[in-house]
């Protein structure tokens, strides 16, 4: 069995997105407040949410515990993306951001059960990897009016390359510019058929 011990890293929040309307589309903001119910303020924040697609094992519309109140992307990852896309840019802010981080290879990659800290002492515990959506794609879309091949293509360009979703074990404040500490637990790789 492979195993791999603790590891620590640093990165930077190299910017901040609120989604505060009634969608997931966020914007550029100097700061966050963390409570145990997610970004205060967010489309996203709740103890609870209720199952979607993602959850095809529950009756859609179950509640369930929301495990998804922060969504992290990398800038390094978006870059990846907008090349894959054919596009200059990507506005993290379209495809649901609320954390830009830079300077943390493979991002999308972090594991979960992976602890993000903040200057703050607020603290961020990774659930996993946010695979791309359509829904995302359309969003993105939209800036590009005289393409046709952003909504779809954009699941595919962002393969192994969304981001990954969060939740608040530690409330606080975060600011954008903030070196945050990574702490990712000891792994090793489950397989009962070896």
Known sequence: MTKLPAQKFTAEIADL????????ISASVPELELSFEGIVGDHHAGLTRKSG??????????EMRNERQVSLLSVEEVAIIAERLDVEQIDA?????????????QFSQVPPR???????????????????????????????????DIELGFVKAAEELRGLVAWVERPGIVRQ??????????????????
């Not at 997105?17 to 997931?24: E, S």
Request: aromatic fraction near 12%; charged fraction near 25%.
């Open 53 to 62: 697609g993602r959850e095809p094992w529950y009756k859609r519309g179950t």
């Open 93 to 105: 802010g379209r495809i649901g951001a609320n954390m830009l981080v830079q300077g943390l290879p």
């Open 17 to 24: 997105f609120l989604a505060a309307g009634d969608d997931f």
């Open 177 to 194: 510019g903030d070196e945050i500490k990574v702490r990712v637990w000891p792994q090793q790789i489950y397989n009962p058929r070896v």
């Open 114 to 148: 992976t602890q993000i800290f903040f200057p703050s002492g607020a603290v961020l515990r990774i659930d996993g990897y946010n695979a791309p959506c359509k829904i995302a794609g359309a969003a993105l879309q939209a800036d590009y009016e005289a393409r046709e």
